[in-house]
């Protein structure tokens, strides 16, 4: 399993960023897929997920301002991410939801100034 997530940066407090994660060696379209954050000093946790049939959940602090969709001809998962708040910050992963991968990947970090 190979996970690649990109598109983080530095954005102020009000704007948006999209997050995109390339996945490989495994059955992405069967998946259920999830995007998971890791504050500074946190554990990582699980902010929005997506089913193989496109039903979406989020964490409620991200609920009206994250959106999570999928691409399974081309195996990404993206995250669009509005009204950023300097609580978004933090490292970002893309991972199977339930029955994560080991192999993480280096996630992508988004930094939200105030």
């Known amino acids: 399993v190979q996970l690649q997530a990109s598109g983080g940066g530095l954005v102020q407090a009000g704007g948006s960023l999209r997050v995109s994660c390339a996945a490989s060696?495994?059955?992405?379209?069967?998946?259920?897929m999830g995007w998971y954050r890791q504050p500074p000093g946190k554990q990582r946790e699980l902010v929005a997920q997506?089913?193989?049939?496109?039903?979406?959940t989020y964490q409620d602090s991200v609920k009206g301002r994250f959106t999570i969709s999928r691409d399974n001809i081309r195996r990404r998962l993206y995250l669009q991410m509005n009204s950023l708040k300097p609580e978004d910050t933090g490292r970002y992963y893309c991972?199977?939801?339930?029955?994560?991968?080991?192999?993480w990947g280096q996630g992508t970090q988004v930094t939200v100034s105030s």
């Open positions: 060696g495994f059955m992405f379209r069967l998946n259920s």
């Open positions: 991972n199977r939801n339930p029955d994560p991968s080991d192999n």
């Open positions: 997506i089913t193989s049939s496109h039903t979406t």
